[in-house]
């Protein structure tokens, strides 16, 4: 038996399928991208990330923040200000992450051939 479960099993049964459908929703990665130089305020996240809403975003930040992968911190500066952090929990997730980007840029190109080939064939059905 291999080290990975080969059945995909529902979130109920697997508790780490709703930690993957969190970290590989279509916010996350950017977010902690965005934030891996340093903290940044809500609206400097907002402004490195093109097309995200406030909402998605205060949504995404809460979830990381729950999950223990940002840490959210109130500046009692005047005007009070609110940043957000990667904790050491979300640092571990640097690997990876760099991992997918590399296999990203190797395989951009046959990606683009596969989606081409796809594209071609649903014209012509």
């Not at 995200?52 to 500066?77: D, P, Y």
């Not at 009070?80 to 760099?98: A, C, K, M, N, W």
Request: with cysteine; glycine share 4%.
């Amino acid at each position: 038996m291999s080290e990975f479960q080969t059945e995909v099993l529902p979130a109920a049964v697997c508790p780490s399928r709703l930690m993957l459908d969190q970290m590989a929703d279509k916010w996350s990665m950017l977010i902690l991208a965005s934030l891996r130089d340093g903290p940044l305020r809500f609206n400097a996240i907002k402004r490195r990330i093109d097309g995200v809403t406030q909402k998605a975003l205060t949504q995404c930040l809460r979830r990381l923040e729950r999950n223990g992968i940002v840490e959210r911190r109130v500046r009692t500066t005047s005007p009070i200000s609110v940043e957000y952090e990667i904790t050491t929990l979300g640092r571990s997730l640097d690997h990876p992450f760099q991992a997918l980007y590399l296999w990203t840029l190797e395989h951009l190109s046959e990606v683009e051939r596969a989606r081409a080939r796809y594209d071609e064939r649903a014209i012509s059905d």
